[in-house]
């Protein structure tokens, strides 16, 4: 394959709804951890990896160079607008997901609605939170697209260790789901243990407007989590 269209290969997924770029070591490995289907991957210095592997990977079978492929430092700048400082970028497939099946899962684990995030990172970065507290998904509305680069980035590829999907609030109450909307807002009870039902959908509202109307007469309970005074970030 030439330079060029190794290139416009990795420009071309970036927009792709059925693919993901995974920039840097640590969204790869998680991503090859559960099970992505990787399509292509390319970095600057096996060695360099193969230590990465060795030191925050170990589990992963096999060297970095049966995965990775050598790309000049010219062609490895090219692939992505801030080139990864791990030396390493792939393409993977993104995972199908349902929203139905997430909604109506029958663990007691809660799934997290992000209503209308603006801020890639912060949905990367909710990912990690869900993905790290045993959240049964992560559901997002808004224009903002969960799988994002920079969006897989900030959750360190872990888009890949539960469902991750984007839908739209009239999809995610009603019959099609059997969970009880708790919607997260300054004007609900503290949170406190229990308060928070088993099998429940917990919505976080925007950065800036937080709650809609739209979401908070739809819902059935809402909580407030406690913060030093000052502090206006969770809720």
């Given at each position: 394959?030439?330079?060029?269209?190794?290139?416009?290969?990795?420009?071309?997924?970036?927009?792709?709804?059925?693919?993901?770029?995974?920039?840097?070591?640590?969204?790869?490995?998680?991503?090859?951890?559960?099970?992505?289907?990787?399509?292509?991957?390319?970095g600057l210095d096996m060695a360099e990896l193969e230590g990465l592997r060795?030191?925050?990977?170990?589990?992963?079978?096999?060297?970095?160079?049966e995965i990775v492929g050598v790309v000049p430092p010219d062609v490895f700048r090219r692939l992505a607008p801030i080139p990864p400082p791990t030396g390493v970028i792939a393409i993977a497939r993104r995972p199908e997901v349902s929203l139905?099946?997430?909604?109506?899962?029958?663990?007691?684990?809660s799934v997290v609605l992000l209503e209308n995030p603006r801020n890639l990172l912060n949905i990367g970065a909710a990912v990690r939170v869900a993905a790290a507290a045993g959240?049964?998904?992560?559901?997002?509305?808004?224009?903002?697209?969960?799988?994002?680069?920079?969006?897989?980035?900030?959750g360190a590829g872990l888009q890949y260790a539960l469902p991750v999907t984007r839908t739209s609030i009239g999809h995610i109450?009603?019959?099609?789901?059997?969970?009880?909307?708790?919607?997260?807002?300054?004007?609900?009870?503290?949170?406190?243990?229990g308060s928070?039902?088993?099998?429940?959908?917990?919505?976080?509202?925007?950065e800036r407007g937080g709650i809609s109307p739209q979401l908070m007469a739809l819902a059935d309970g809402c909580v407030s989590i406690p913060m030093a005074p000052g502090v206006s970030s969770l809720n």
């Open positions: 394959m030439s330079r060029k269209t190794l290139v416009e290969r990795f420009r071309s997924a970036r927009s792709d709804p059925a693919l993901a770029v995974l920039e840097g070591f640590h969204p790869l490995k998680h991503a090859i951890r559960f099970g992505a289907e990787l399509i292509e991957a390319v060795a030191d925050f990977a170990p589990d992963i079978a096999g060297s970095m160079d139905s099946k997430v909604l109506n899962d029958p663990s007691p684990s959240a049964a998904g992560v559901v997002t509305t808004g224009p903002q697209d969960p799988w994002n680069p920079a969006a897989l980035i900030a109450t009603g019959p099609d789901s059997s969970r009880l909307l708790v919607v997260v807002d300054p004007s609900g009870e503290p949170l406190e243990q928070v039902p088993a099998h429940a959908l917990l919505a976080f509202g925007s």
